[in-house]
């Protein structure tokens, strides 16, 4: 169990896993526009071409739709395939594979078929890629019962939610925050996993409880250790998946707090954050609330291509700071 | 569009009141300052005028029943507005788009001295009148605290956790009804709860009783009273005093009384009673005694500048206490005119909430029922009150003989966080001299 532990950043830690994946299992494969000769569009593959050769690292034309149907077909076919999409925005253009097939053949087929995908989504904004490639559509494929969705915000993370995805039966769907390929972070040699559904507690607090995805949990982080200088002591959770969530770390540290405060990048309306919000009101934790539940989301709009403007749509460490110091200062 | 007719708020602690009637029938014309209804609050009785003028309609707000603060009780439409439209409905979507703008004038100032407590904000009244937090609201129910009677320090006057311990510490709230939650092991001592209403009724026969339900008074009173009696450490202290100088005095100033000229012919300009006297001799001895001139709370002493001097008065269906402000300024023909005024209008639950809220002492008289001594109930936040026996001829031992004095004996309860025996002592010592010595109060 004397594993080293190195620093890596979160894309080396994910090509990592995916390279111990193959060579432990002749049935993992990638696909994906991009992922072999050219390394991917943000160099998350990298050599693995050179390693695997183009059978195992395949490079698929121009349609998501196309790729997406013949990773669900290799999955149900016994297969362990890992599809990357080149920008999650492209989502869209595989939803019938991924809502209509990949989620729903376990429960149409009567339990007799599974299917072990995993679908890689480099997600959201600060790149400067506008506003069709720098979404947050976590959410949308959180709503789809059969499916797993988690957001790794960590190497570490990245590393072991992966490896656990592509051990679990079921299709699991991976955002990953593009800003967060380059953050480097301590990571275990070898294989081991990271349990999907379950939150992290990053910091632990008792004035305030941020429940925070992807990079918004450094935001909070950040936030929480600004506002540790003004004596509030506030706990930031990670919740590391959406889809199945874990309710009870959060409405246990809901219930020590008594305060709520949603952070994510996605749009705030119908977002994660109303599950969230949602979750407490339905719990134990609702008789622990001292002030209204908060979320802090993108905003009603676009992702603009002004650098700018770009940075306003989205939370930002500032406005982390100010609505936590409100929530536990009590004045809203 | 019809102007909301509200309830308002019209006592500082009042969550609901009653309308005690309506002048006004639906469908009157009215005009904006017209008395529509009149409110019983806690203790006092008050005419609420029209906001508008036009035609009243729609009364919803029932006579006897408790209403929240803020809640339409009627709408008034313009003349021609309703014209056609049913009686009873107003016109949907007519409902106002600014009830908040809408207030029925208030005849009084409130004492307290946060606005936010007037319903200019008609949402601060919404949901049963407390604006609390779920945390806030568990903990009072463990504790058996009435939230209203918790003041909120968060946004909006939202009664939070910090504000629901304080009150626990300050053991300041009124108990609330039997909470069927068990309480938990958290800060508050669980309140002792009074036997249920079953627990009592089935002691008796059915039939040989009949249910008077409490009027606010009455239940105000029983609220005040569990409330002093249980966080207020009382001791007593009682002394006689002798009244033949005061009583001579007395008759010596009421026959030298001016005669006024009024509708009613010739009257007296003053007319002092013993009590004004006592009211008088009361207020001086606080001054003479600053530091019994007090109120506790948990943080601080207050000590009162003035003898502001509550007179226990009682009144169908319970009792008042209006107060006599800075009655050491006042001349005894002064606190006289004024104690009328305030009795009779006390009798007609006609005071306003400032005449009888606050004070820093009170004195409660039995004499006239010929009561020789009691110990009266502190009126928070006044750290003492004087009970006043009945005057009577006793037998007085002095320098080895007997001889007959009128006499009466008073006791003063006092609250022992603010007011030490010895302190008491000095007091009501002061008070004794000044009734056997009454020309001082002329002075």
Known sequence: MDTAVRELSYAQAIQEAMALAMEADERVFLMGEDIGVYGGAFQVTGDLVERFGTDRVMDTPISELGGAGVAVGAAVTGMRPIFEFQFSDFATLGMEQIVNQAAKMRFMLGGEVSVPLVMRFPAGSGTGAAAQHSQSLEAWLGHVPGLKVIQPATPHDAKGLLLAAIADPDPVMIFEHKLLYKMKGPVPEGHYTVPIGKAEIRREGRDLTIVATSIMVHKALEAAETLSGEGMDIEVIDLRSIRPIDRETVIESVKKTSKLLCVYEAVKTLGIGAEVSAMIAESEAFDYLDAPIVRLGGAEMPIPYNPDLEKATVPQVPDIVSAARDLVKGVR | ?443
């Open chain 2, 1 to 443: 569009m019809p102007v909301e007719v509200i309830l308002p708020k019209v006592d500082m602690d009042m969550a609901t009141g009653q309308i005690s009637r309506w002048f006004v029938a639906e469908g009157a014309s009215v005009k904006q300052g017209d008395v529509l209804f009149e409110i019983e609050t806690d203790k006092a009785a008050m005419e609420i005028d029209a906001p508008a003028s036009g035609i009243l309609r729609n009364i919803t707000g029932k006579e006897r029943v408790d209403i929240p603060v803020g809640q339409a009780v009627a709408w008034i439409y313009a003349e021609g507005e309703a014209a056609g439209a049913s009686p009873v409905a107003p016109p949907a979507g007519e409902t106002p788009a600014k009830p908040a703008e809408v207030t029925a004038a208030l005849p009084i100032a409130s004492q307290d001295k946060d606005e936010a407590s007037v319903p200019q904000n008609r949402s601060e009244s919404d949901s049963g009148g407390v604006r609390a937090t779920p945390l806030a609201r568990r903990l009072a129910r463990e504790a058996g605290l009435d939230l209203t009677s918790v003041s909120g320090t968060g946004p909006h006057g939202r009664v939070v956790k910090a504000d629901v311990e304080a009150a626990i510490a300050g053991g300041g709230a009124k108990p609330a009804a039997p909470a069927a939650a068990a309480p938990s092991a958290g800060s508050a001592a669980p309140a002792v709860k009074p036997m249920s209403d079953d627990a009592v009724l089935k002691l008796f026969e059915e039939g040989s009783y009949e249910l008077l339900p409490h009027d606010n008074m009455r239940k105000t009173i029983a609220r005040r009273l569990v409330e002093a009696k249980s966080t207020i450490p009382h001791f007593y202290l009682t002394i006689d005093c002798e009244l033949d100088a005061l009583l001579a005095l007395r008759k010596q100033l009421n026959d030298a009384a001016p005669v006024r000229k009024t509708e009613k012919g010739e009257v007296p300009a003053y007319k002092l009673s013993v009590n004004d006297m006592i009211i008088k001799a009361m207020a001086m001895a606080l001054v003479e005694v600053p530091d019994a001139n007090a109120s506790w709370t948990e943080s601080a002493m207050v000590k009162h500048k003035h003898a502001d001097v509550g007179v226990a008065v009682s009144i169908p269906g319970g009792l008042i206490t209006p107060i006599v402000r800075r009655a050491e300024e006042k001349s005894l023909s002064a606190i006289s005119n004024e104690m009328k005024d305030l009795a009779s209008r006390a009798r007609t639950r006609k005071l306003k909430p400032e005449e009888y809220q606050g004070g820093t002492t009170a004195v409660s008289n039995l004499g006239m029922f010929g009561i020789k001594d009691f110990a009266a109930v502190i009126n928070p936040p006044h750290a003492t009150i004087l009970a006043v026996g009945a005057g009577e001829e006793r037998a007085v031992v002095k320098n080895g003989e007997i001889r007959i004095a009128t006499v009466m004996s008073v006791t003063l309860s006092t609250d022992h966080r603010a007011v030490d025996g010895a302190l008491g002592a000095e007091l009501i010592g002061a008070f004794k001299r000044l009734i056997e010595n009454p020309m001082a109060m002329l002075v």
